[in-house]
């Protein structure tokens, strides 16, 4: 029987010369793999998927490995080629592997959508009336034209929902706290 460890090959799919795009998103999924759980760091950019690794776990350490087949392959196929952005769901381990494995210069951005996902199944059918207040706070902020002006937007949900006190639900303040705190400059 084939392990997971078994099946990592590292194989290149790139070819010489091709169109790279500066600007990738990078993903991690669960999978399974002959009945194991297993993760695939999922690279795309410039309309298509540029690499599709299976790795053992979704650790900074596993991710690092994944996405670098991605990096060895570009490096061989268009040597000095440069990815400028990182958009990402927001994963602290996929965070920590992509300075690793592009560089500390690569622009992180943040999916925003994913907070709104989180946001929306937690709290959305026992918690509809705050639920639905948040969004459209929310989406006025991601509206926003500039980063200052996100930026505003943003302080302002955030003064809105700490004067709501209790009327909010622990699970949702949280997670809005958590972003506040640690993710909302990487927010594009």
Request: neutral net charge; proline residues 2%; aromatic residues 8%.
């Amino acid at each position: 029987m084939t392990s997971i460890a078994g099946a990592l090959s590292g194989e290149t799919t790139l070819e010489s010369g091709c169109a790279l795009p500066e600007d990738i998103a990078c993903d991690e999924k669960h999978a399974k793999y002959m009945g194991e759980k297993a993760y695939v760091a999922v690279s795309a950019g410039g309309g298509c998927v540029l690499g599709a690794e299976l790795i053992e776990g979704a650790d900074k350490e596993s991710l690092v490995k994944g996405y670098a087949v991605l990096k060895d392959e570009i490096d061989r196929a268009a040597p000095g080629h440069k990815i400028k952005s990182v958009n990402t769901d927001g994963y602290t381990s996929t965070i920590a592997a992509i300075p690793e494995v592009w560089g500390k210069s690569v622009v992180m951005i943040t999916c925003i959508l994913h907070l709104f996902i989180a946001l929306r199944d937690g709290c959305k059918l026992k918690y509809r009336e705050q639920f639905e207040l948040i969004a459209n706070e929310f989406w006025y902020c991601y509206e926003a034209g500039t980063k200052r002006s996100f930026a505003q937007r943003w302080s302002a949900l955030m003064k809105t929902c700490r004067a709501l006190g209790d009327w909010l639900p622990e699970r949702m303040m949280g997670k809005l706290n958590r972003a506040n705190e640690s993710k909302l400059t990487s927010y594009k």
